[in-house]
């Protein structure tokens, strides 16, 4: 074989098998830190120090010792015990925000598995820099506008490459024990680093690597790091290289590496200092995130917020006037009654719809604003119908948080039935909750006049039929009632925005026979309810674990009151202390789909993942459906509590009934890695169910389950899309080039000869060009090969996201399966300079007055942001508690200067100011009243001319120079 040759395998083999990592692990290793970890220890450790901080300033305790052992619960304890109105702790959105952070750190290594800067692989240090900056940048304009969650995929992917810094580069060797700053600061120098032509490494002593750096480099402080190829060896000479099995340029003289990626690695005997200075290098990143963002945005962003957002998706044609009135009352409700709680929904999303038209979506976190929007939808127009139901779900799937819950209010079938198949592949990537009200008459049932006068439209079996499918796919609910009903079928939205609700238990039966469903209640649940969806007749019998019964002919009996509301039973059950297994039997021949939904601190969430082959097997996220007959693994976390025992995970489908048990394997804390093998194709739900050995005295058993509530469905097609990118310019067109393939038992059938359609979509409707359809020919090993290509327009805001999905559809029209891409949307940031700072005075306290409260002192200051700053948008205290007043004057030379004027009582004689920048530069300020000293020590005061020059003076001099020089 010619070097050529084996040059194009080794391309080929790297390109089949992307893990060949060469980072801190992504996700696994027993014995080392992993990016996992390091992202994990630092999400807590900056989160706790931020609600010590807040508890603080109220004056509040807080109990809780910030070290290496913090876990999402005990953080989030202590953070909430802050707000008293907090009845149940679900850590599930600050677990999935904290997965969301390490995932798409993991991802890294996947997506840009050649690409040195994402690295800081071959001395790439202003490449490596000005990708944790630039993706600051966006990580800010998305706090900025409330995005929180692409927020944490572009802060997730930019830890990733700090984090490797301190792996790969000498930084630790050079002795240094702090985060190397400059690279969270793109306007400070990159000093000292290893010129191209110096030599920086001497081969290893066989194995031993312990002193390979060459002398000359440590003494002067040069930085360098390792080079690393997996196709060529050639680096340039005398450099390091990265060192392991996989990197060829590590066999050439110098021979060995340097990298810290593990305990087992060529630097391993450093590996625990190189991942704990990633842990700091990563608090001091989400530091400065969150002095630009401010801590209730960056306490978001963290995924610490109990509540989820109210999204609602509503109808605005003639005939709805009822069902937003309807809306209103009940959102108004819930928003009135959580305000300033922490149960207070963290966002609005709110999407009218009619024919032709949809959205725009209203997304904020204020409740007012959310309010006004609500008050301004008017029913008017249409009568026809249907409507563009789906295109409007679209808007809210993609804009909502994963995990959301959306309602959709509706009188008509929808027109855009076409997005379904989209639809239902955006409610698996999010995993969020439709539930439909529909009030459409249907098409048996006798016509009823709405108050309004104006008839509710007529829904056919098959406009139901379409909201059904979704509602289960998602783990929702297709309710159908009239409009004068609505008001008892809206409590469903009022049960779902408590805090801390769960799945229990969830089945269909489709088309409808009589069946009976078990369940566990355990100790841990509260306010279990239970829903029946279905059309009459259609009876149930509830039985308790003791055996106590109640069918449904009593509204009100020993274990339930029973509410019905058009298709919708509503049973709210009195468990307090029956634990264990209860019963459900339901006799009807129509569909019909029951639910049980309690509160409690004990949930899961989880995330199906790849495993990537070769030597170093580790796993990234997938997106998109596991094969039929193949295997699947899928990363779980429980949540709520450190005592729980998982016994069994399986896929369920409940159509067979179908179960595939997982087998698990423990990750360390309350992480689990599941397989599963040979899932046959079907749709299936994923079921936890365990013990758990706190709950105590009431319970009989201490068994538990839960549910996740989206659907798992299996294809046949394999779809596969590589971005080298995750970010468009404006006015820019990326393309992706994607794969398709048939599959058998997971295994691409390499001679096939299929055509498939191909559908391409973006929820931001930028123009985006793809091949209609591809076909597997002989010869090409069975894949399809073809290219997306998507432009953002120039007019596109900096921190826009863009999701954008590829469809692949079987010829039989009977199987999808579809990948889905993020990207963001980033200007250029060229402002790079902080904020900087000048005193203009600062006035002085009498330390000989007895009491501080009776005297005031002032501290004046100008800010500015540079002639070619982006200006200054916030100033705001960050230790202090006195008052700011800030004037805006443009000086002669056309700058922008903010003047600040802060008052405080000399009790508080310290302030430190941040000034924040348009695109997220944070310039801190810290003053100090200066003291009129006593008589005795007026002495000193007139040897320095009669004028106290002050330690916070001189501190003074030094900040405003610091900042000047930075
Ligand atoms: C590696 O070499 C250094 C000296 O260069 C020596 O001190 C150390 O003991 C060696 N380590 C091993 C494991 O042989
Ligand atoms: C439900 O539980 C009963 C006994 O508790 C058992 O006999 C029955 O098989 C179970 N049904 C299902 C569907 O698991
Ligand atoms: C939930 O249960 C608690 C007591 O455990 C009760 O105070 C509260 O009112 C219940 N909430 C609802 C919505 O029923
Ligand atoms: C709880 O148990 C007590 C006695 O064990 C019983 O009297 C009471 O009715 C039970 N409560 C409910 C709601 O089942």
Redesign the pocket.
Known sequence: MTTRQSGMLLVVLVLSLPGLIHSFKPLFNSNSFTHREITRTAVLQKTAEVCRDIAASKGLDFNLIIDNNLSAGKVQRACSSMDTFTSFVSTIKFETAIASMYLSNAAVDAIFLLSAAHHFDDETFQGGRDIITEGASVVKAHAKIENYFRGRLTLGQICHTLQDFYSHSNWVELGNKAPYSALIRPDQPLKNLAGQNTPTCRSCVGENCTNNILPDVLNQGLLTSGYFSIISSSKPTGKCSHGGFFDRTSRRDPVGGINKDTIDSSHGFRHNEAANLAIRATMELLEDVRLAAGDTNFMRLMGLSQSPVLCFVIDTTGSMSDDIDEAKRVSFEIIDRKRGTGQEPSGYILVPFNDPDYGPIVMTSNADVFKGQMNSLTAAGGGDIPEMALSGLQLALTAAPPFSEIFLFTDAPAKDAYLKNTIIALIESTKSEVTFMLTGSSAGRRRRRASQGVAPRVMSRSGAQLYQDLAEASGGQAIQVTKSELSLATSVIVDSSASAVVTVFQASRNPGRP????FTVDGSLQNITAYITGDSPLTFSLTSSTGVSQTSSQSSGPLASVTTAGNLRRLSLNTDNETG?W?LSVSSNNPYLVKVTGQSSVNFIYNLVEEHEGAHGDFSVKEGRPLSGGNASILVTVTGSETVKVTEVTLFDNSG?TEVKGSLQSLGSSDFLVTFSGIPAGEFVLVLKGEDSSSTSRSTSSSFQRQASTQIKTSSISVTAQANNTNIEPGTTISIPFTVAATTDGVITDSATETFTVRVSNDRSYTSTSPSSVTTVAGSGGKANGTVTLTAPSSAASGTDVTLTIEAENAAATDINYVVLRFSVTAKVTDVNRPVCQVVTTSTCDSTSLLCSSSQWEFIANFTDGINGTGIESVTIRQGNGTLNMSTVVEAGGENITLVTYTASCCSPIVELTAVDSVGNVGICVGQARVLTTPASAVQTTSTGGYTLNISTILWLNVVFSVLLK
Do not use: S, T
């Open positions: 069946d009976n469903f078990n297994l019963q009934p």
